[in-house]
């Protein structure tokens, strides 16, 4: 075989690709190879021929290396390489003097990169062979691993067909075989293994089986380039091919075009890649909706970087809330002001990381807002305590996480599985973002993610901390002033399926709520429904759902005679965890009765649409979000699970990943490298799954806010059992002490992680992200479309991981020296971790 004659020359080919470029390579080629046979001298010239084609291949090396990657451009291109990848690359510009692959080649095998890592370990006998895995996995734990943003764009449809064909190759042999598949640009050959045929090798093939029953007027056959070769097994091989268009030959183009759209049903067109590509969207579509992060989008102009976009949902609306004042304009721009983002570049690892702490108040009617990072107050350690102690004791106080990476708006083009061929609507759905959307994301270069990490127990930690009151004006300086003109920030709705049976408005209003048990509290409206409002609070409340409240809007009953707003009756249907922030639904006692609220929000609605704004209303800009939503899924970092109900039972049915693997990924590698039988279910012990997640998801409405729980991680990680190796507790309401102890045993000569879960119930799939495909497939193979649409509604929760440990080691005051130690030991740890992640995924 070709790939063995490579194989054995290996070290030739590396010393002559170092002399690949220069104006005598022939006579150093032809000197070096005298010594072989023809047929291997003619394979390495077609080798050294391929390396030397030029390209404009996208290199994207995020999570792929153990280095910082950062945008790099390139004759106008933006590519994600790390120094080591950069010095390579442009190393090989200057030696071929054009972008080739051989360029391409050299920056995918650094030495510093994952899966040369883990090729090397494996020739050292550090790891264990692993299997080669697809986009989608199920191994013996019956856990899918999905990978984000994998599935690939096919530019035409394939047809699986078998013809013989007769293969004309350069050295003057003829070969006879027969295809697997075939379209207008390619095929896949199964051919005989004792030919041999190299990636890049270009032949000529001619259609025999057509030719017998059709007149091509192709004698001489149509030119293809090999692209891979595949062992079948010890006799044969898979040769997948693509057409050269050297010669253009349009009457065989609309032949070939017209025989497979009219055979297609026949003979079925291949589905691998548009199957793969609906359970990946499947997943992603359940996932983005319900996760608790904020996404913000930092565009860079004239050298400054600042938050241009955000991307909300249901969950992490309120993140978004949290930062407006009191005349709804948003402090984020100031908060992620330049300096805080420079501060976050400097940071080590791909994920830029950093815990910000803040907190309000309110003075004449206007709210006043603070905010500073850990690497701030550590560097005013005199107002250290001052801060966390002051901020702590206002209901306002919060506790965020705070993510960086990079990203580019190249990343917002994901087109459908399907090939452009298959309708003139799909066709349509392919098409890039449009250029107004273009024009608004041009200079983004950067992704955030702000999550909520605040607990009951972080806070009560915080409580515990001294201050003397008398110095609180010394931490003006970590205010943000009123600005006469704010920064323009735009915020995008996630464009989902809206399961909501009514639109909401946005609108302010002062509510009185009272009830008999628990007393009278004051608040104001933020966004009504004809049946329902969401409500915030002055002070956090004890209410619970369920409760029943009585209702009054004192400024709406001015506006209105007809229509008595007082005690109206309304049952509390969400609390936020802050206790500030209420969903209500109206309440009757009987279907029969009316209810006024519901009567004058109706009114009100109808008579005001025009100038009433929607909660979740038309977009300004047509497929922006969708844009955003792509950009989102391409560089998701957290760790994302999925729980499915099977049969009376709720289990882990699958986890995702995205272009940066988190933490919990790279630990759960470590834990399938020692056991493959590891099930993602041993992390937790089964009293609190059942107890503390199963259960409770059972009782959960679609619009619940999410549960939360900390999870905490022990691992020894040179004990190869895993009984021994690994302790975790999943923590929400036991005694601090314990808490406090298990962080404490564990730092001092383990490694340590902590986790905030988040866990979400879900709705019906949003079909309509996947419609496309899924109708696609029904037509050649309607029992595949019905396992792939009950796979995705067995989906009744969705989970998501952050890594909180730096926060969890702040809570606890752990020492510098031990901090810095666990550090340490974490980074050797790391450096295996991230290529063992074959371990589970690939």
């Not at 390139?74 to 360029?103: C, P, S, W």
């Not at 050295?171 to 890049?200: F, H």
């Amino acid at each position: 075989m070709a790939e063995d004659v490579l194989k054995k020359y290996q070290s030739l080919i590396e010393e002559l690709k170092r002399d690949l470029g220069r104006p005598n390579f022939d006579a150093i080629f032809n000197k070096k190879t005298k010594s072989l046979s023809s047929s291997e001298r003619f394979l390495m010239k077609m080798e050294m021929n391929r390396l030397l084609q030029p390209i404009n291949r996208f290199i994207d090396l995020r999570g792929q290396v153990t280095g910082e990657v950062r945008s790099y451009t390139y004759n106008g291109k933006q590519h994600f390489m790390d120094e080591t990848a950069i010095n390579v690359f442009e190393a090989g510009i200057r030696r071929y003097k054009r972008y080739t692959l051989a360029v391409y080649e050299a920056v995918m095998n650094t030495e510093n990169n994952h899966k040369v890592m883990q090729r090397k370990a494996l020739e050292r006998g550090e790891l264990a062979p692993q299997p080669v895995a697809a986009n989608i996995q199920e191994k013996k734990s019956n856990i899918n691993r999905v990978s984000f943003a994998s599935y690939e764009s096919r530019s035409e449809e394939r047809m699986n067909y078998s013809i013989k064909v007769k293969l004309y190759l350069g050295s003057g042999s003829e070969i006879e075989a027969s295809t697997s598949d075939i379209s207008v640009s390619g095929c896949k050959v199964k051919l005989s293994s004792r030919y041999q045929v190299a990636k890049g090798e270009t032949l000529r093939m001619r259609l025999l089986g057509l030719e017998q029953d059709f007149e091509l007027g192709i004698k001489n056959g149509l030119e293809y380039e090999v692209v891979a070769v595949e062992k079948i097994n010890a006799d044969h091989n898979y040769v997948r091919m693509k057409r050269t268009f050297n010669n253009e030959n349009k009457s065989i183009d609309e032949f070939l075009k017209s025989f497979i759209h009219g055979n297609k049903r026949r003979y079925k067109v291949n589905l691998d890649n548009t199957l793969d590509a609906v359970i990946v969207k499947g997943y992603e579509q359940y996932y983005l909706p319900r996760v608790s992060s904020l996404f913000l989008f930092l565009s860079v102009k004239d050298a400054r970087v600042s938050p241009s976009l955000v991307l909300t949902n249901e969950n992490n609306l309120n993140v978004a809330r949290y930062f407006n004042d009191e005349k709804r304009n948003s402090v984020l721009p100031q908060v992620l002001n330049p300096a805080r983002i420079n501060q976050l570049l400097q940071s080590p690892g791909e994920v830029k990381q950093l815990t910000l702490f803040c907190f309000n108040h309110t003075n004449s009617g206007k709210l006043f807002f603070y905010s500073a990072s850990e690497r701030e107050l550590n560097n005013t350690p005199n107002l250290r305590n001052l801060f966390w102690g002051f901020a702590s004791q206002k209901p306002s106080f919060r506790i965020f996480n705070v993510q960086l990476m990079p990203c580019s708006s190249e990343d917002s083009y994901i087109p459908l599985s399907l090939p452009d061929s298959a309708s003139n609507e799909i066709a349509k759905l392919n098409k890039p973002p449009s250029p107004r959307v273009q024009g608004i994301i041009k200079n983004i270069e950067y992704l955030v993610l702000l999550t909520d990490i605040t607990s009951a127990s972080s806070t009560e930690q915080f409580k515990k901390i001294a201050f003397d009151r008398n110095h609180i004006n010394h931490l003006k300086q970590y205010g943000h002033q009123k600005l006469r003109s704010y920064p323009s920030l735009e915020f995008v709705a996630l464009d989902y399926v809206n399961l909501r049976n009514e639109t909401r408005y946005l609108y302010k209003t002062v509510i009185q709520l009272q009830q008999e048990e628990k007393g009278e509290l004051e608040g104001h409206t933020l966004d009504f429904s004809v049946n329902g409002l969401q409500i915030e609070l002055t002070t956090p409340t004890n209410y619970e759902k369920g409760d029943l409240l009585l209702v009054a809007f004192p400024e709406l009953q001015k506006l209105s005679k007809k229509y008595q707003l007082n005690k109206l009756p309304y049952e509390v249907m969400a609390v936020s965890k802050t206790k500030t922030i209420i969903n209500l639904r109206s309440y009757s006692p009987s279907a029969d009765a009316e209810h006024q609220g519901v009567r004058f929000f109706n009114q009100l609605i109808v008579n005001n649409k025009s100038k009433l704004t929607a909660s979740e209303e038309s977009p300004k800009t047509p497929g922006l979000s969708s844009a955003l939503r792509n950009m989102v899924t391409k560089n998701v970092c957290q760790f994302p699970f999925y729980l499915h109900k099977r049969g009376s039972q709720i289990k882990v049915g699958a986890i995702a990943k995205g272009v940066y693997p988190s933490t919990f990924h790279l630990l759960l590698s470590h834990i399938a490298g020692l056991d493959s039988q590891f099930e993602f279910k041993q992390l937790i012990k089964q009293d609190d799954f059942q107890d503390m997640i199963a259960l409770p998801l059972k009782e959960m409405a679609r619009n619940a806010p999410p549960l939360q729980f900390d999870f905490y991680v022990r691992l020894q990680p040179k004990e190869r059992d895993v009984e021994k190796a690994l302790i975790t507790e999943l923590l929400d309401s036991k005694p601090q002490n314990d808490r406090n102890n298990f962080v404490k045993a564990s730092v001092a000569e383990e490694l340590f992680f902590a986790f905030r879960l988040y866990i979400s119930r879900t709705g019906r799939p949003d079909t309509d992200y996947i419609s496309k495909e899924l109708s696609y497939i029904s037509q050649y193979a309607q029992h595949k479309a019905k396992d792939l649409e009950d796979e995705l509604w067995s989906v009744i929760g969705v989970g998501d991981a952050v890594d909180i440990t730096q926060e969890v080691l702040t809570r606890y005051a752990i020492p510098v020296q031990v901090r810095e130690s666990l550090r340490k030991r974490k980074a050797l740890w790391l450096k295996t971790a991230q290529y063992q992640l074959g371990n589970l995924f690939n």
